[in-house]
């Protein structure tokens, strides 16, 4: 792994996130509170948003890329970990993480064809829908 691919992986997931947002803002009315919130995409909650899910994201390529066994389970143990964390950042984290898992995870199986990871992939959301579910 190099830390230039990495880098490089690292901005395409930011440059992603933020084309999201923006193509959102557009289509959303210029006075919903939405609007507030998805244009100021780099203060307050949003930016603990836009930095769990592009961590999310490079962690999802970087396991995609991944060669060996034992790198990829460590990568999956820092994934599952970040989605840990999400559970104490921000509320909104606890619906916008599995999704991106689910949909992000699904396009790395289906380009990469392991399909036992999609057990992993789940594995990593139990965290967050856990707390996602009426105590």
Do not use: H
């Not at 100021?40 to 961590?55: H, P, Q």
């Not at 104490?88 to 064809?113: D, M």
């Amino acid at each position: 792994m190099t830390f230039l691919c990495s880098k490089q992986k690292t901005l395409l997931s930011v440059i992603i996130i933020q084309a999201l947002i923006l193509q959102t803002a557009e289509l959303s009315a210029g006075t919903s509170s939405e609007w507030w919130f998805l244009v100021n995409a780099w203060s307050g909650k949003a930016l603990s948003f836009n930095v769990m899910v592009s961590l999310i994201l490079w962690l999802i390529f970087e396991i995609e890329d991944c060669d060996k066994e034992g790198m990829r389970k460590r990568l999956l143990g820092v994934l599952f970990v970040v989605c840990f964390a999400c559970c104490s950042i921000a509320t909104s984290l606890l619906v916008t993480i599995p999704i991106t898992l689910a949909l992000w995870g699904g396009l790395y199986l289906i380009r990469t064809k392991r399909w036992r990871g999609i057990i992993n992939v789940c594995v990593c959301a139990i965290p967050v829908v856990a707390c996602a579910l009426p105590g």
